[in-house]
């Protein structure tokens, strides 16, 4: 083999190689990013359910107590 060859090889499939690794690289860290976002909003959410199932267990219980009262004041 002669240095053109040499060079021609490395030419036609290292560059190939190389970012096929850093493309790799970069949707692993992407992925990653996109996990801990995909976490904090899940958790948000979970947060915003507690509290509206709060609310409606609140608003029951209201409702519940005027429908006492109505019923006793008859």
Same mark, same amino acid.
């Given at each position: 083999?002669?240095?053109?060859?040499?060079?021609?090889?490395?030419?036609?499939?290292?560059?190939?190689?190389?970012?096929?690794?850093?493309?790799?690289?970069?949707?692993?860290?992407?992925?990653?990013? /996109?996990? #801990? %976002?995909?976490?904090?909003?899940?958790? &948000?959410?979970?947060?915003? *359910?507690?509290?509206?199932?709060?609310?409606?267990? /609140?608003? #029951? %219980?209201?409702i519940?107590?005027?429908? &006492?009262t109505?019923?006793? *004041?008859?």
């Amino acid at each position: 083999m002669e240095g053109l060859d040499i060079l021609t090889l490395i030419g036609n499939y290292a560059f190939p190689i190389v970012m096929c690794i850093a493309l790799f690289w970069k949707m692993d860290k992407d992925q990653k990013a /996109n996990q #801990t %976002a995909n976490e904090k909003r899940d958790q &948000l959410h979970r947060e915003e *359910n507690d509290q509206l199932r709060q609310a409606l267990e /609140n608003n #029951t %219980a209201a409702i519940a107590n005027l429908n &006492l009262t109505i019923q006793t *004041n008859k």
